[in-house]
């Protein structure tokens, strides 16, 4: 006869024979230390993984895309801050390829960007004084670009760029705990649209450290009370005010939250919020007024004013891909599907969780939890809807500015982290410790990195005939490419003028250094300026043109040769002055 006894420590055991399996030993438990170095490894382990797409094309010339056209104005305006001045139009920067003084210039001398307020291009300056290349502020005086100038230049926006990362992580750290900040730290880390614009020089990345900073700070003032916490929220407000308009997007998702938890805290942040963003956007308006006062145009009303600084949200582009053509399909071009499907699901269960939390919370709502998935994921859903409404033009489809959707990144990750903090516990209890959890984040942050390098390739990869081609998208050539050959066909202060479906952008005549004015054949407007500025210059002019003999491009030749020869009845048209193996040009005007 058997029996089984029970031992102190409650597990079964066997007697004469009979054996009952044992329960299973209790987990170990990790001291805090443990788990905080654990923690630091893991992030830091994201961040070096984060950092190889993001330092790949680093030291690279610009792209052919946005980042590359934003690249180069702030390349050129950091020329021209050298050339002019800091103080020569209130510290607004100007895009003149030719030199130009800060005194006695007319309407017709200086295009001056006035519609943003200065500081991302202050910051790209003070990146190039710093950390510049030797004679990059003196390649203009030879007529050329400057060499080695975009390392620098990228420097502060990738830092701020990182610094948003880490910032993210401790806003969603103080509000969920390590486990989802760290999945929503490798999410972000794998958005497509993050890796592309991580080293973009403008005011995305400085934006996005401003927004993540002021996540953190609300909730922390949220659940403490501290002023410090009120003062940081505020801080970022204004400095978000200074790289432009996109926080204010995301305010008043912050404040609704804020209001719906605690009124009184609510009041102090819509204020500290409110102070922190007037205060530079006043300064804007008035050191703008007194920059364009200067060139000689009168200043535009506040109205107007914010029709300016709210511009980017009407401007439509493509990332030289066919697929970009609508809003849905840039979403799914910039972020790849399972991220968007994870970001969806986490959005909705956000909204579940916030109601039941407020059901909950009436009593004590400063201890309850507070999240900043939904003000983010608000703010980024708010931005790109007003785009869409700007940018709508006779019912066509409309896309958008696509640097916009950064903005939606925060708000994404955020919530596809919500959805697998959901899940820890059931896949927990699978074989494997979190290996299922892993594999799980993995099949959403792999098409991610996949559609990354997609992109990465169609901007940058080289076309078919990289010294010279015609063909837009991905296998035109790289701008640097094309603009050295304008350069070697057009002299050092010369305009020329081109039929714009050419493409050729800021980014080509940054490399070429040549004032390249584009004159559409269909826009008397356009002719009438472009005319003007022939006129008013004292070198040469040119019609640049493709050697291409395909039909688009020949039509194209035809129609502005069509244009220009009434005026200039004793060119041959038949000979040009100069040519190259893709390109003919005309002289127009001399000295």
């Known amino acids: 006869m058997s029996k089984d006894s029970e031992s102190k420590d409650g597990s079964v055991s066997s007697v004469a024979g009979t054996s009952v399996a044992s329960k299973p030993a209790p987990a170990v438990e990790l001291s805090p230390n443990a788990r905080l170095i654990l923690e630091v490894l893991g992030c830091l382990l994201i961040m070096v993984a984060a950092l190889v797409p993001r330092m790949r094309d680093f030291g690279a010339g610009f792209d052919r895309g946005i980042t590359g056209q934003q690249g180069a104005f702030f390349a050129l305006a950091a020329v021209n801050y050298q050339r002019v001045g800091v103080s020569g139009f209130n510290g607004y920067p100007i895009q003149n390829i030719d030199a130009v003084q800060a005194e006695g210039l007319g309407t017709s001398s200086v295009s001056l960007f006035a519609n943003h307020p200065p500081a991302v291009p202050l910051a790209a300056w003070l990146a190039a004084k710093w950390m510049g290349p030797s004679g990059w502020d003196d390649a203009w ?352 202060g010369d305009l020329a003028m081109v039929p714009p479906a050419l493409g050729l952008t800021a980014t080509h005549q940054y490399y070429a250094w040549r004032t390249l004015l584009s004159v559409d054949l269909d826009d008397a407007g356009s002719l009438t300026h472009g005319a003007a500025a022939i006129d008013q210059r004292e070198q040469s002019a040119w019609v640049l043109l493709p050697r291409d003999t395909e039909e688009e491009f020949g039509t194209l030749s035809a129609a502005l040769l069509d244009r220009v020869r009434a005026s200039h009845p004793g060119l041959d048209w038949n000979t040009p002055d100069r040519q190259s193996e893709f390109w003919r040009v005309w002289r127009l005007s001399s000295d």
């Open 141 to 492: 005086k030879k007529g050329d670009a400057p060499e080695g100038l975009e390392p620098a230049l990228r420097f502060p926006f990738l830092i701020a760029h990182l610094a948003s990362l880490v910032l993210f992580y401790l806003a969603i750290r103080t509000a969920a705990g390590s486990r989802r900040a760290m999945l929503a730290l490798a999410i972000l880390a794998a958005t497509p649209i993050s890796i592309l614009y991580s080293t973009q020089i403008g005011a995305e990345n400085p934006a996005l450290a401003c927004l993540s900073a002021a996540a953190l700070f609300h909730i922390r003032y949220l659940r403490s009370g501290r002023k410090g916490d009120l003062i940081g929220f505020g801080l970022s407000a204004l400095f978000g005010g200074a790289t432009g308009f996109a926080f204010v997007f995301f305010l008043p998702g912050f404040l609704l939250q804020a209001f719906l938890r605690d009124k009184p805290r609510s009041m102090a942040l819509a204020t500290s919020g409110s102070i922190g963003l007037f205060v530079p956007l006043a300064m804007h308006v008035v050191l703008s007024r007194g920059a364009v006062e200067r060139i000689g145009l009168s200043p535009l009303s506040l109205s107007e004013q914010l029709g300016e600084l709210l511009s980017p949200l009407s401007n439509n582009d493509s990332l030289a891909s066919p697929l970009a053509s609508s809003p849905m399909e840039q979403l799914l071009e910039f972020y790849s599907l399972p991220i968007i499907i994870i970001g969806l699901m986490g959005a909705l269960l956000a909204v579940i969780l916030a109601l039941r939390s407020s059901n909950h919370s009436s009593s004590n709502p400063r201890s309850s939890d507070i999240d900043p998935t939904l003000p983010l994921a608000f703010g980024g859903l708010l931005l790109p809807l007003v785009a869409l409404l700007f940018s709508a033009d006779d019912g066509e489809r409309a896309s958008l500015h696509s640097p916009l959707l950064l903005f939606a990144t925060l708000g994404i990750a955020a919530s596809g982290a919500l959805v697998f903090d959901s899940l820890a516990q059931p896949l927990a209890k699978l074989r494997g410790g979190i290996a299922p959890l892993v594999v799980a984040a993995s099949l959403v942050a792999l098409p991610g990195l996949e559609r990354a390098n997609a992109l990465r390739r169609l901007l940058r990869d080289p076309g078919p005939h990289d010294d010279a081609s015609l063909t837009t998208g991905s296998t035109a050539p790289l701008p640097i490419t094309t603009g050295r050959e304008i350069a070697a066909l057009i002299p050092a």
